[in-house]
């Protein structure tokens, strides 16, 4: 292996490891805040006991994310300084509202709600959780808006005196055509993600047998998160249609690849499986639903679709051959077809077997019904465990489908690369990172495991803080 595949191996686990804790971090802040408006609506003491035991497992997911998160931003000047410097002019101002503004307003008011539960009134409390939701999507939007413009680059010019790309126009780039649907898909993908664990976690601890007094408390729980994960599963549904219209305008390759799709079709059947040629040239085997990819590529029942072998034959023309070409960056701007057409299916397929799964859960509960068999925690489980790799599966798709391009278009991966880093010191980032980031897995796990067993703590009813807030003299308290 060169620096090149070290590097892509290296950045690929950072992310994927990461983006296990963004879906739930952004998600878990909108329910922990609608659980504490019900608990200040109704005062029925079930949602304040709710609102703490969630917002404890929000916490260590939020600490663990925050941590990796950081490490994904250094490798830009560690292990791809040529792309940070092609870049940086485009690149650099999302990121840095990102982290000047968002992540600011997230920690800020996170503080105000973790410490503020007997400083601050009632409705002043929540709110500082909602804030934390609205630093969440803002951080959200800064990052895709920068994911985005690798997708399709817009807003910029090419500076051949400096070998740069600079920035012309930042709401081009704000309001890219593929931020615009990247955006909603991802975060409902969230709000999937953390409906999915709400149920996942409550099934768990309904079935437990030292925790039977509670059913009530956690039946009430899985029928939330089942709602919350159906209603924005069906929008991910929805998002993901449009998302795919869009990918086939501004990069049919990826789409091609994701289907398997050789050659132009018009109209184009969907692929349910397909078996090619280990060079990714010719279709050997295919099980195919006509018509179907032209509408969902196109909108149109009847509408071309363009193949792998067209599509490499015009790129070749438009950006000539790409000297020492490897496999995983061919030099034909084709990506590892086997990798973009099943991550794409597994995207899916653990997206609708949410879905399907919450709506059988609100149906096993329904009118107050209480489910006994022992399955019924199991598969409960199965559900977050689902939303989180769906939505890993996902951003392989994305980023895997766009190779071998790092900004489509303009520069190729290897193009990417720091010329100046030794295999050895690729190697030892590596290894270092990947046993790090080993540790705080085995730290997420047991922490959420721990804190998850032992369940909601009982009911206590907090302070009736003034409008003025407390005595300011009293010292802080750590409500976890």
């Given at each position: ?88 002019d485009i690149f650099g101002a999302p990121l840095a509202v ?238 590892v077809i086997p990798v973009t057409y099943w991550s794409f ?136």
């Amino acid at each position: 292996m060169d620096v090149l595949d070290i590097a892509r191996w290296q950045f690929g686990i950072i992310t994927v490891y990461h983006f296990l804790f963004v879906p739930l971090t952004i998600g878990l802040t909108a329910v922990i805040a609608v659980l504490e408006t019900a608990w200040l609506r109704t005062r029925k003491p079930e949602y304040l006991r709710l609102t703490k035991f969630f917002g404890r497992l929000f916490l260590i997911n939020f600490a663990i994310g925050v941590v990796t998160g950081i490490v994904q931003e250094f490798q830009f000047g560690m292990n791809w300084s040529d792309y940070s410097r092609f870049v940086g002019d485009i690149f650099g101002a999302p990121l840095a509202v990102e982290g000047l503004l968002a992540f600011f307003l997230e920690s800020t008011f996170l503080g105000l709600w973790i410490f503020g539960w007997d400083r601050l009134p009632g409705k002043v409390h929540n709110l500082m959780m909602y804030l934390v939701h609205l630093g969440t999507l803002a951080s959200a939007w800064f990052i895709l808006a920068a994911n985005s413009w690798m997708q399709h680059p817009v807003g910029y010019r090419y500076n051949p005196d400096t070998g740069r790309a600079e920035l012309t126009d930042f709401w081009a780039v704000m309001f890219n055509k593929v931020q615009l649907i990247t955006f909603p898909h991802v975060v409902l993908s969230a709000y999937m993600t953390a409906g999915a664990f709400v149920l996942g976690v409550a099934a768990y601890l309904y079935v437990k047998k030292d925790k039977q007094h509670d059913q009530p408390l956690y039946l009430k729980a899985i029928r939330i998160g089942a709602w919350v994960a159906l209603i924005s599963g069906l929008g991910v549904a929805f998002t993901g249609d449009v998302q795919g219209k869009v990918m086939t305008d501004v990069q049919p390759m990826k789409m091609a690849a994701a289907e398997g799709l050789f050659d132009t079709e018009q109209p184009a059947s969907f692929s349910i499986l397909t078996i090619g040629t280990p060079d990714g040239q010719t279709e050997r085997f295919a099980i195919k639903i006509p018509n179907l990819l032209s509408f969902l590529a196109t909108g149109d029942w009847n509408g071309e679709v363009k193949g792998i072998n067209q599509l490499r034959e015009q790129y070749l023309q438009e950006f000539g051959q790409d000297p020492g070409a490897t496999y995983y960056d061919p030099g034909d701007y084709t990506p590892v077809i086997p990798v973009t057409y099943w991550s794409f299916r597994f995207m899916m397929g653990l997206g609708f077997f949410v879905a399907g799964g919450a709506i059988l859960i609100l149906w096993l509960t329904r009118r107050g019904r209480t489910p006994t068999s022992r399955w019924f925690g199991a598969f409960g489980i199965s559900l977050p465990v689902a939303a989180v790799l769906a939505s890993s599966w996902g951003w392989l798709f994305t980023e895997m489908g766009r190779q071998p391009w790092v900004v489509f278009g303009l520069m190729t991966t290897r193009n990417g690369v720091s010329p100046g880093v030794a295999t050895y010191e690729a190697w030892i980032s590596l290894i270092l990172l990947t046993v790090l980031y080993a540790v705080l897995a085995v730290v997420e796990i047991g922490l959420l495991a721990k804190y998850i067993k032992r369940g909601a703590d009982p009911f206590e009813e907090p302070p009736d803080v003034p409008l003025g807030g407390s005595d300011e003299d009293a010292p802080m308290a750590f409500a976890y």
